[in-house]
């Protein structure tokens, strides 16, 4: 369509009970006027569901990326909530100090970076820990539903391959849910695959867990628990926190 601007810079602000008079206002070519006063303008461009682009609504460039960055992290509303994100603040606010928190931000600051185990039972902050690795990081968090079904048949080599090379701290959560439990040889196997990979070629790695250190390697043998093992003073390793819930 095209597009016909026209100027009129005393024209009077649009929205009720404003009282500015000096403001300036765009017709569009069909004769939608909508409001540049700086208190109204984003209102009122929503409102008329106009798109300019000269003056683009303050914050839509910041809305856009925050939907952007949402959509790639995987990062589940709740825990979005938690983090205290936004489009107006993308930085995490307000989390509580816990023991889990302070190691997922080692292995963010890490260099070297490697892979990160953090045990305990439910209540102590490993999932939260686990978001706030993968957002600052530009990670992507991956909650058991999502990777639970992944195997290394034909099928899942794509989202494998792409699972390894995903930049940021890759996140999977309750690994081992249940203490004794064990997975399927299948998914053992491709969380073998990806967490080793990705710690050949220097990216970092966090899984969540319930079990213990001898726990989990009885169910991954030595593969992961090696990796863990390299970078250990500097920020990786199969981390057991103690504590009462926090819930």
């Not at 009720?16 to 569009?28: D, I, K, N, P, S």
């Not at 004769?31 to 208190?39: E, S, Y």
């Not at 196997?189 to 079990?211: F, Q, S, W, Y």
Request: charged share 30%; with cysteine.
């Amino acid at each position: 369509m095209k597009v016909d601007f026209m100027f009129i810079d005393d024209a009077p602000c649009i929205v009720e009970g404003c009282g500015q008079t000096a403001v300036r206002q765009l017709r569009w070519s069909v004769g939608t006027k909508f409001c540049l006063c700086p208190d109204h303008r984003d209102e009122e461009i929503r409102k008329e569901q106009v798109f300019d682009p000269f003056f683009e609504p303050k914050g839509y460039e910041n809305e856009k990326k925050f939907k952007n960055r949402v959509l790639r992290s995987g990062l589940p509303e709740h825990l979005l909530g938690l983090l205290g994100v936004s489009a107006r603040n993308m930085d995490p606010c307000g989390l509580k100090e816990t023991d889990s928190l302070v190691h997922a931000r080692n292995l963010v600051k890490a260099h070297p970076q490697g892979v990160m185990a953090l045990s305990g039972h439910n209540g102590i902050g490993k999932s939260i820990a686990g978001a706030y690795a993968a957002w600052v990081s530009r990670g992507r968090f991956l909650r058991r539903s999502e990777w639970s079904s992944l195997t290394t048949w034909s099928k899942d080599i794509d989202e494998l391959t792409e699972l390894r090379d995903y930049p940021g701290v890759l996140v999977f959560d309750e690994v081992l849910q249940k203490s004794e439990a064990r997975e399927s040889p299948e998914v053992v196997k491709a969380l073998n695959i990806v967490v080793c990979e990705r710690h050949d070629i220097g990216k970092p790695t966090l899984l969540t867990t319930r079990a213990s250190k001898g726990e989990f390697w009885r169910v991954f043998d030595n593969d992961i628990m090696d990796r863990s093992r390299q970078f250990e003073p500097k920020g990786s390793g199969f981390i057991e926190i103690e504590g009462s819930s926090l819930r």
